[in-house]
């Protein structure tokens, strides 16, 4: 038999920093913009990244994306959902 080679997606160079935001970052960053969670884009909870960082339902992922424009960064969020079968 032969053993799977587990590959680390966050050390690909296309794939942006991924960061689990903590409950009081996610309540800052839903009064901030005056949103719900279930305003934000979905990411599911068997993404690669998302089994990588630990994320679970109901949790919100910063991405950071570096951008070639005036801002050096731009910042997308992520909630991350059960994938529905």
Known sequence: ????KRVDVLLHKL??????????ETEDLLAK???????LPQIFEKDP???AIGAKEGDVIKIIRDSDTTVSQIYYYRFVI????
């Open 1 to 4: 038999m032969t053993k799977k």
């Open 15 to 24: 794939v942006p920093k991924h960061i689990l935001l903590t409950k009081s």
């Open 33 to 39: 913009y005056k949103i719900q969670l279930t305003d």
């Open 49 to 51: 990244v998302a089994i």
């Open 82 to 85: 059960k994938e529905k079968v």
